[in-house]
């Protein structure tokens, strides 16, 4: 509960600037003014727009870090695999993601594809760089002990490698799925007519910032809840560590 104290007072903040005339409404509209809009959003397209962005968000989410949990083992385990594409995968990282809207729109159109296409792109990147590092950080004497036991490559990644590069793992999960919410409002702002990212143009279009608002709120509570359960399942899954949570005070 202690986290909403500040959008809180930054709300009250803002109620009060706007309502005694300091702050201009057609700029910065009052928290309640955009509370209203969301509550008649609510009994029209609103939901829709949340279905719609959410499923093309898990959709390139899956899939980038499915690519990506196959490609980083391999070049994490094999220094050969890393001369071959390690270079590739670094140079094409250092591209924005609006670099590829264009040519993904001539290749794939404005459907899903295109959009589902540069999501999955975003969230490649983070969990590979972030599944190798966790990798090659595996404490070469484990490795050596696992050698000396005769495990075989299965047992030597099940037993060894997965456990100790499982929190670089769910760090990458939690930047890729962040980089997913970003890069689905890069591409319905250019060619959608329905999600959050359509919500911002259409604020912007028709200047009414209390929609622009609303999609940033959405997004930013979108944002946190996807987060939250992976979060909650990084605790779960790494349970067995004993680290340092931080003072309470």
């Given amino acids: 509960m202690r986290g909403l104290a500040l959008p809180i007072l930054v709300f009250a903040a803002l109620e009060g600037l706007v309502r005694s005339g300091r702050m201009p409404d057609y700029l ?19 939901w829709q727009h949340i279905g719609i962005s959410t499923f093309r968000v898990f959709s390139g989410f899956a899939i980038g870090a499915a690519l990506a949990l196959f490609i980083g ?9 890393e001369a071959y594409l390690e270079p590739s995968f670094q140079a094409l990282r250092a591209v924005p993601g609006l670099a590829w809207v264009p040519l993904l729109l001539i290749w794939l159109g404005i459907d899903e594809a295109s959009k589902i296409t540069l999501i999955a792109i975003g969230a490649f990147f983070p969990v590979y760089l972030n599944l190798v590092a966790g990798i090659r950080n595996v404490d070469r004497k484990l490795v050596e002990v696992g050698a000396l036991y005769q495990f075989s490559s299965y047992r030597l990644v099940r037993h060894i490698f997965v456990p100790a590069a499982l929190p670089y793992l769910f ?6 799925l962040s980089m997913a919410w970003l890069c689905v409002v890069a591409a319905e702002l250019l060619a959608a007519t329905k999600g959050i990212g359509y919500l911002l143009t259409d604020g912007r279009e028709t200047s009414r910032p209390d929609l622009v608002l609303v999609a940033i709120i959405l997004l930013a509570v979108m944002g946190k809840l996807t987060d939250s359960v992976l979060r909650a399942l990084e605790t779960r899954g790494l349970g067995w560590r004993d680290s340092y949570a931080g003072k309470p005070g």
């Fill in 171 to 176: 760090t990458g999960l939690r930047q890729a």
């Fill in 28 to 46: 910065m509209p009052a928290p309640s003014q955009v509370f209203e809009t969301i509550l008649d959003l609510a009994h029209g397209p609103l």
């Fill in 73 to 81: 083992t391999w070049v994490g385990l094999s220094r050969r695999a």
